[in-house]
């Protein structure tokens, strides 16, 4: 292994430490969005069940003691359940909007490090290979073929180190780029149900665009 890094050269060093950030991003991340699921679920019951009884400071209560997105939604919900409806979902949409960069916190990083991790790779090789002519255009015609090709295998290791890390850093961001969207969209439905606890004798107007819908959006700007 130690003479695998050596021949690798600095670059394959480089691709190494983002191997090690990548793996403490998903396993972070893994973590809080288990986390947040578990307590989610528990919180929307418990809320449910004092609005439903118009117990609103229990209801506060049991938002403060958690750590979800969910239930600073809910809090503002409560504090504005006197409005109308469509100022309640104007700033239950700003609240959402401030909740986002926490859910996907540290995904772009991710996403990057699955990007730039073979194109290192390729850099790797391509220095290596000219390296190992170079070696060849200064000692003229090589009788023995192997020392070229020993040369040029030890130029693909970066390669290959940069496929390795890639390959599951790109499966771990889809991943949880689909889990952020799923919660956001969990998130928006219990928001209107609560909405529909808290004030019952308004109808329910068309529903604000999906979070999900909105993050991916962003996302598509970026790229473009």
Same mark, same amino acid.
């Given at each position: 292994?130690v003479?695998f890094l050596?021949?690798?050269g600095?670059?394959?060093?480089v691709?190494?430490?983002? !191997? %090690?950030?990548g793996?403490?991003?998903?396993?972070?991340?893994?973590l809080?969005?288990k986390?947040?699921?578990v307590?989610?679920?528990?919180l929307f019951? =418990?809320?449910?069940? @004092?609005l439903?009884?118009q117990?609103?400071?229990?209801?506060? #209560?049991?938002?403060?003691? !958690?750590?979800?997105?969910?239930?600073?939604?809910i809090?503002?919900? %409560?504090?504005y359940r006197?409005h109308p409806q469509?100022?309640?979902?104007?700033?239950?949409?700003?609240a959402a /909007?401030q909740?986002?960069?926490e859910l996907e916190?540290?995904i772009s990083?991710?996403?990057t %490090?699955?990007?730039?991790a073979?194109?290192?790779?390729l850099?790797? +090789?391509?220095?290596g290979?000219?390296?190992?002519?170079?070696?060849l255009? /200064?000692?003229?015609?090589? !009788?023995?073929?192997?020392?070229? #090709?020993k040369?040029?295998?030890?130029?693909?290791i970066?390669?290959v180190g940069?496929?390795i890390?890639a390959?599951?850093?790109?499966?771990?961001? /889809?991943?949880?780029?689909t889990r952020v /969207? +799923?919660?956001?969209i969990?998130m928006e439905?219990q928001?209107n149900?609560?909405?529909?606890i808290? !004030?019952?004798q308004?109808?329910?107007e068309?529903?604000?665009?999906?979070l999900a @819908?909105?993050l991916e959006?962003k996302?598509?700007e970026k =790229?473009?």
């Amino acid at each position: 292994m130690v003479d695998f890094l050596i021949k690798g050269g600095v670059i394959l060093w480089v691709i190494l430490s983002l !191997s %090690i950030v990548g793996i403490a991003i998903i396993i972070e991340r893994l973590l809080y969005l288990k986390k947040i699921q578990v307590d989610e679920e528990q919180l929307f019951n =418990r809320v449910k069940g @004092a609005l439903q009884k118009q117990h609103y400071d229990e209801a506060l #209560a049991i938002c403060d003691t !958690s750590i979800s997105p969910l239930a600073k939604l809910i809090k503002v919900g %409560i504090e504005y359940r006197e409005h109308p409806q469509v100022m309640q979902k104007e700033v239950l949409r700003d609240a959402a /909007n401030q909740e986002i960069p926490e859910l996907e916190k540290h995904i772009s990083s991710l996403g990057t %490090i699955a990007h730039i991790a073979p194109l290192l790779g390729l850099l790797g +090789t391509v220095t290596g290979t000219m390296k190992a002519f170079g070696v060849l255009g /200064n000692f003229g015609a090589v !009788s023995d073929p192997s020392v070229l #090709a020993k040369g040029v295998s030890e130029a693909l290791i970066t390669t290959v180190g940069g496929i390795i890390v890639a390959v599951p850093a790109v499966i771990f961001y /889809n991943y949880l780029v689909t889990r952020v /969207n +799923t919660i956001l969209i969990k998130m928006e439905n219990q928001v209107n149900a609560l909405i529909a606890i808290l !004030s019952p004798q308004v109808k329910q107007e068309e529903p604000y665009k999906s979070l999900a @819908a909105k993050l991916e959006a962003k996302r598509e700007e970026k =790229r473009l």
